[in-house]
């Protein structure tokens, strides 16, 4: 696979505390001009984002994000905010407290919640993998394929660890088959780019992978 086929899989990520608009506005500039799947940015800034590129580049912001124990009414509050603001695309993060304590309706419900508010826009649920276990991320990807939503993905990148091949490999025995599989955190080579797309990861959370092709520093996310 070339690096411009493996660009087309990459949502090119900036969620950082301190970002501000003119970090942004680079990282929207090169997911155009490199063609990647999307912009994954902080909700504050889906509204601006889209305004710059129009319909240039899909925009992705995340929900709940990085620690996912907000409520669901505010999970939806905040999904329907970042639709109206532009957003294609939801990387909603689960309450790993209730996963934790077993409230498997709980969560199949907030998902179903989110998903109905997204439509036919996209949702990505992701788990935390990092503070899982084998047996509870299997049952994640029940509960994913079960509540409709179109993605299970890994990693906020801001816990202890990222995405693994092993996890990738755990999802792809698991999941339904309208399920797909999103790797994030901690993705710094192009050989993993390649190895986790070979496992069956249709998206890769980075923002790495360009300043590698760009031959700058890839540190970050």
Known sequence: MNVS??????????LLQDATWEEIK???DDAMEYKTASVCIPPSYVKEAKEYMGDRMEVCTVIGFPNGYNT??????????????????????INIGWLKD???GLIEEEIRCLKKACGDKILKVIIETCLLTEE???????????AGADYIKTSTGFSKAGATFEDIALFAE????????????GISSLEDVER???LGSDRLGTSRIIKLVK?????GY
């Open 102 to 104: 077993k409230k498997y």
């Open 5 to 14: 086929e493996m660009l087309t899989h990459v949502d090119h990520t900036l």
């Open 174 to 185: 698991h999941i339904g088959p309208g399920v797909k599989m999103k790797a994030a955190g």
């Open 72 to 93: 669901t009414a505010v999970k939806e509050f905040e999904t329907k905010d970042a639709l109206a603001n532009g957003a294609s695309e939801i990387d909603m993060v």
């Open 26 to 28: 680079q990282i929207c």
């Open 136 to 146: 509870e991320k299997v049952k994640m990807c029940e509960i994913v394929t079960e």
């Open 196 to 198: 986790f797309l070979s």
């Open 215 to 219: 031959n700058e520093e890839a540190s």
